[in-house]
């Protein structure tokens, strides 16, 4: 049976929503997790509870647009358990709206979270995973840049930005050493909506949630998948959408 036993894994993004849903689940399946986020006090929370329950996990202060930052995460998984088997770049934003708005800022900030800090993750991690000869890179996408939606592109952009440097990784990685894997949700119920700067947008985002999304746990099943499969076998990407999204 395959199993997390033992897996060193780093989350961005965890203080809600996918990245605390896939800290939970993955220390409930014998990982030892390390939390990052820019809310201490959130993070530290759930740390807390996830040792309550018997699991393993530690909280680190991150900001991912901070490359220094990143690196201080990679540290203190391998400072605390002696490893870090798989990162997952979980951090985005969306403060999205019609390109007519000329939202500059909003572009500037889902540039510099969504791919520079998905970047910056993985010019931290790559070298831990070189020096220990694996590792394992989990890159939380959306099915946004699949199909591209009005006052969307500059996010789906950013995402598919992302898939492409996933992909261009994967193939400068054949030797076996690092494996990666691009998650994209549609629909899940997170405070994701709470970023968008569109008033218009923001309530037909949660409106749409309200009425079809999933909650975080069906994308923390599909990191736990990825990552548990042995090795010599690599989960591309995956798709994880409500049944009922168009």
């Known amino acids: 049976m395959l199993t997390l036993q033992g ?20 220390a409930q399946r014998g990982a030892a997790v390390v939390l990052s986020a820019r809310r201490s006090e959130r993070i530290d929370a759930i740390a807390q509870d996830i040792r309550e329950q018997g699991g393993r996990a530690t909280a680190c202060v991150v900001d991912v647009t901070k490359a220094e930052d990143l690196r201080r995460l990679v540290s203190t998984a391998i400072d605390q358990y002696g490893r870090i088997d798989v990162l997952v770049n979980n951090a985005g934003i969306a403060p999205i709206s019609p390109l007519a708005d000329l939202d500059t800022e909003g572009w500037s900030a889902m540039i510099d979270v969504n791919l520079r800090g998905t970047l910056n993750g993985i010019a931290a991690a790559l070298p831990a995973f070189r020096a220990q000869g694996s590792g394992h890179l989990v890159s939380i996408v959306s099915v946004a840049g ?86 010599d076998v690599e989960i591309g990407e995956i798709n994880v959408r409500p049944t009922v999204q168009a």
């Not at 309530?203 to 909650?215: S, V, Y």
């Open 146 to 231: 699949l199909t591209v939606s009005p006052t969307m592109a500059v996010y789906a952009a950013t995402k598919n930005a992302v898939r492409t440097v996933h992909e261009g990784l994967r193939k400068e990685s054949t030797d076996g050493v690092v494996r990666t894997t691009a998650i994209s949700p549609g629909y899940i119920r997170t405070d994701l909506a709470d970023s968008m700067a569109d008033p218009n947008v923001r309530e037909l985002t949660r409106k749409n949630m309200d009425a079809m999304g999933i909650p975080p746990a069906a994308v923390a099943r599909a990191v736990a998948f990825a990552i548990e499969q042995p090795a």
């Open 7 to 26: 897996k060193i894994v780093a989350i961005t993004g965890a203080s809600g929503g996918i990245g605390e849903a896939t800290a939970r689940l993955l």
